[in-house]
């Protein structure tokens, strides 16, 4: 009788202790101001789902990625094409929310003096662009020149990474760039927007910011899931609404540059060139939800066929829509705010 109590009460404590782990998680993040970076620095996420999440940060998406691949990450904030490049690979991750619409935040500018027309896209025939190669950006820039029915062996198109594009711009060694922050606003100061990444992303091939989770954890942990998105909708919703009164000293501004670093200055301004989707619009079709045809998917696979023409991925696969899943957003939107 004696050692079925002992076995039992270590059962229990085993099962206790199973419980206990399975209320923690692992998020990863990267150097990028967004509305979140108050409740993370504020654990508004760990008051709502009741776990304890330890925030890991990350220099890049690519390395967030092997993170989670190895079982190291379970959430994590990742650009379009590293989750692309991910999924292309066969890594069982799935984007679930969409942290940022580019929109503004990259965008292709012509140098004034340099002979093109913003209005006019021709012109900028024989001239010379820099881009960062196998970025959103270069991923747009081939983009913009097939709407506009411009080969790209119709100019000089330069790798360069954003701080080499700023001293080359303020030499007149390049004509145009499309860069993002704060090299983008550097060159702003010589120079006219032709167009930016929102736009481009208008016309059916978006850029993105994602929160992307390991489908195992997700599966695992469905509640955990709805009420962090429930936290991170809310966040962004609260911005949305006070964007134009936003100031240095409020909460958000100083929240991200405690966590992120740069000036309360550098965040408004930051955060003011991203469009930042409702979590309805977010479940429809626009962006997570509409299968191979939603937004998401649609973006991946465009994405997908960008990375192997420039090498980085084997294969192109006939459908992301497995990559990528509303069902959080959904139950999200039916939390209370």
Not at 7 to 23: D, I
Not at 139 to 151: D, K, P, V, Y
Not at 172 to 201: C, H, N, Q, Y
Not at 241 to 264: C, F
């Amino acid at each position: 009788m004696f050692c079925r109590t002992v076995l039992a009460s270590v059962a229990v404590a085993g099962l206790l202790a199973s419980v206990a782990e399975a209320k923690e998680a692992t998020g990863g993040y990267q150097l990028m101001y967004s509305p979140w970076g108050l409740a993370m620095q504020g654990k508004t996420c760990e008051e709502a789902t009741g776990y304890d999440i330890n925030w890991v940060k990350f220099d890049s998406g690519a390395k967030v990625i092997s993170a989670m691949a190895s079982g190291q990450v379970d959430i994590a904030v990742a650009g379009s094409s590293p989750v692309t490049a991910a999924a292309s690979q066969g890594i069982d991750l799935q984007v679930f929310w969409l942290l940022d619409d580019i929109a503004q935040a990259e965008a292709m500018v012509v140098r004034d003096g340099a002979g093109i027309d913003p209005a006019q896209p021709a012109t900028l025939k024989g001239k010379t662009l820099a881009v960062p190669f196998v970025s959103t950006t270069h991923f747009h820039t081939l983009f913009a020149l097939e709407t506009w029915g411009i080969q790209p062996t119709e100019l000089k198109i330069l790798n360069m990474q954003p701080n080499q594009i700023a001293a080359a711009w303020e030499r007149g060694d390049i004509d145009a760039a499309f860069v993002w922050d704060p090299a983008l606003a550097r060159i702003k100061k010589s120079g006219k927007v032709m167009i930016t990444s929102g736009e481009l992303s208008a016309k059916g091939k978006a850029t993105f910011d994602s929160l992307v989770v390991m489908r195992e954890f997700a599966d695992a942990n469905p509640e955990f899931m709805a009420k962090f998105v429930r936290v991170i909708a809310d966040a962004n919703a609260a911005y949305v609404k006070e964007r134009d009164k936003l100031t240095e000293a409020s909460p958000i501004a100083q929240a991200n540059a405690s966590l992120l670093g740069g000036e309360p200055a550098q965040v408004v301004a930051g955060l003011a060139l991203y469009a930042y989707p409702s979590v309805e619009e977010q479940a429809s079709a626009r962006w997570l939800g509409g299968g191979a045809e939603g937004g998401v998917a649609k973006a991946l696979k465009a994405t997908a066929e960008f990375l192997k023409a420039q090498g980085k991925v084997d294969e192109v696969l006939p459908d992301y829509a497995q990559f990528v899943t509303p069902v959080f957003a959904e139950a999200a939107a039916k939390l209370p705010q």
